[in-house]
């Protein structure tokens, strides 16, 4: 039964692989919905990144726009000043996102800022460097500067379609994916879901908190970096704006709605809530300016009443009960096939 089971889950993940590699085949020539899904996905590797630090960790941090800002800067800069292609950059951008993150966590993980106090931080490094960049001339100040064009270069990361960052988005986020599942059975993911539980109680029982935070945020930090690199390319530019608050609080609401320490959570509220989102902003935003953002707090408040487990926590409900019918199903046909007379 159990290897039934496995074979099941398997031809899921397998489905659900090709449809995903599917997808600019079917809308490869509409430019609108590519960079639509590649928005999804970018915002699908931020948020699965976070729920390193966010879901399993239990640290409310609001600085992804901050990790994100540097990756995009790295990459772009290096591209700009030395014609450094951007797949090093993104390399070296999520380094710096990392040593930024080691800076920020080292004191406030020793001196044991967390809850709201960690949260308030977080979120004033974002504008604190997008203030620190306005003025930083050297890297273009307040004025954008847009990165070189060239048509289908791979080298520099510039395309005259979406398709390709959708896929290099896409290898992104299986990654991150896979980071997530390593880390959720390793010692590494006990202990922060220890941490994340009963921060004081997990520490009576001999757990680092300073040393597995930081190694969740160093993670988390450079996959966000990283992200940073493409996000620089996929728009064609670099500016303060990059250091976002709006994206650093959306990239937490998704890991939070779609299940805090869910693997496969802040994609599924990425898929739904992102998409859902840019179709109000393209059927509403027109009509009445802000409406689309009223729309989307009132299903995000629904959810929190309705479903404050996160909306994942549907689709494991149901392949829960899908499996206990067929371990059902299975033992009837064992007691069946045993029966005399059969």
Same mark, same amino acid.
């Given at each position: ?172 986020? $299986? *990654? =991150? &994916? +896979?980071?997530?599942?390593? /880390? ?6 006990? #202990?922060?879901? @220890? ?106 408040? $629904? *959810? =929190? &009443? +309705?479903?404050?487990?996160? /909306? ?6 149901? #392949?829960?009960? @899908? ?20």
């Amino acid at each position: 039964m159990r290897s039934k089971q496995r074979t099941i889950k398997t031809s899921l993940l397998l489905a659900g692989l090709a449809i995903v590699l599917l997808v600019p085949l079917l809308l490869g020539r509409n430019q609108y919905h590519m960079v639509l899904v590649t928005t999804v996905l970018l915002y699908g590797v931020l948020a699965t990144a976070w729920n390193i630090i966010g879901g399993m960790g239990g640290q409310l941090d609001l600085a992804a726009g901050a990790y994100l800002g540097l990756g995009a800067y790295t990459a772009g800069t290096l591209l700009l000043r030395w014609n450094v292609s951007p797949w090093l950059g993104m390399i070296v951008g999520g380094l710096v996102a990392t040593g930024f993150a080691m800076l920020v966590g080292l004191p406030l993980f020793r001196f044991g800022v967390k809850e709201v106090w960690y949260a308030l931080s977080s979120s004033a490094l974002v504008e604190v460097l997008r203030v620190l960049f306005q003025m930083w001339e050297e890297v273009g100040g307040p004025t954008e500067r847009y990165l070189p064009y060239h048509v289908s270069s791979w080298y520099h990361l510039r395309f005259a379609s979406y398709v390709p960052f959708y896929y290099i988005l896409l290898a992104m986020l $299986l *990654i =991150a &994916l +896979f980071l997530n599942v390593r /880390i959720s059975r390793s010692k590494l993911g006990y #202990y922060l879901f @220890a941490l994340g539980e009963n921060e004081d109680a997990a520490e009576v029982l001999g757990v680092d908190a300073r040393a597995c935070k930081l190694r969740a945020l160093m993670i988390y930090a450079f996959l966000v970096g990283a992200a940073g690199g493409v996000y620089a390319c996929l728009y064609g530019f670099i500016h303060p704006n990059f250091f976002s608050s709006a994206m650093s609080t959306e990239t937490a609401i998704l890991g939070i709605v779609g299940g805090m320490g869910i693997t496969y959570g802040p994609l599924v509220a990425a898929v739904l809530l992102v998409s859902f989102r840019e179709f109000l902003r393209a059927s509403l935003g027109g009509q009445l300016e802000g409406l689309y953002l009223a729309v989307y707090a009132v299903i995000l408040i $629904l *959810i =929190a &009443l +309705f479903r404050p487990q996160g /909306i994942a926590t549907f689709i494991r409900d149901a #392949y829960g009960k @899908a499996m206990s019918r067929l371990q059902v199903t299975g033992e009837k046909d064992v007691v069946s096939a045993d029966s005399p007379g059969l």
